[in-house]
């Protein structure tokens, strides 16, 4: 299994630019979620998905929008970027079998934004 | 609302030293889960521990134990003779017994292990 993993590694965007950051996982797992880490701020929540078809928000949703048509995939789309919004993105998967099973990170993709 | 707290921001310790990282917590909920996640140099996250809110059994793996208590609502790291291989930022994070799974995360604290 190659667990979880994000594409890019690395990417710089100029202010109002779009971009879909990828997120895949062979793990099976149901529940996937992104998470962006600020500086001395720890990881915060962006949107999640418990099942193919479903998302919802997390604690800083605004400016990214989420969609999950198959249970492997998980993108996170930066409509228009701003500065805001350079950061460190994590993706997650668990199972949804056991209830807050632990959680699996890919290795992170570092955005920045002109 | 669901809180967690890591008060020290940077640790420096020397090889083979001691270290206990700090963890409080904030949780309204009786059901609850409590992990500690490493990220090394190179940037992934690793998970490290899980505990539940009914199990306050500290929990030993071979230079890590962790010391659980609820009465403190504290759930402590400590590293035995430290190496440097050590050196990460340490997460602890909490999520309350939803299928929404959430991870509350503290700000972390940055451990280097001097040689």
């Known amino acids: 299994n190659a667990g979880v993993t994000q594409t890019p590694k690395f990417q710089v965007l100029k202010t109002g630019q779009s971009m879909t950051l990828q997120c895949a996982q062979d793990?099976?797992?149901?529940?996937m979620s992104w998470y962006r880490q600020d500086p001395g701020m720890g990881l915060r929540l962006i949107h999640y998905?418990?099942?193919?078809?479903?998302?919802d928000q997390g604690e800083v949703p605004n400016g990214y929008n989420v969609s999950r048509s198959t249970t492997e995939d998980f993108p996170l789309r930066l409509l228009s970027a701003a500065p805001s919004q350079t950061s460190v993105y994590f993706c997650a998967s668990s199972p949804q079998g056991a209830s807050t099973d632990t959680q699996y990170f890919g290795p992170g993709t570092r955005l920045t934004v002109l | 609302a669901q809180k967690v707290t890591q008060a020290q921001t940077e640790i420096s310790v020397v090889e083979k030293e001691d270290v206990t990282l700090d963890c409080v917590y904030e949780?309204?909920?009786?059901?609850?889960?409590l992990f500690w996640y490493k990220q090394p140099p190179s940037g992934e996250l690793v998970f490290l521990i899980r505990?539940?809110?009914?199990?306050?059994q500290n929990e030993i793996s071979g230079r890590y134990s962790w010391n659980f208590q609820k009465s403190t609502s504290s759930f402590n790291f400590t590293i035995t003779a430290s190496q440097v291989v050590d050196s990460a930022v340490y997460f602890c994070a909490l999520t309350k017994d939803t299928g929404r799974r959430a991870l509350t995360f503290g700000s972390g604290t940055r451990l280097q292990v001097q040689p």
């Open positions: 793990m099976n797992h149901e529940y």
């Open positions: 505990r539940n809110s009914f199990d306050e």
């Open positions: 998905s418990v099942g193919a078809g479903i998302t």
């Open positions: 949780t309204r909920d009786t059901t609850y889960y």
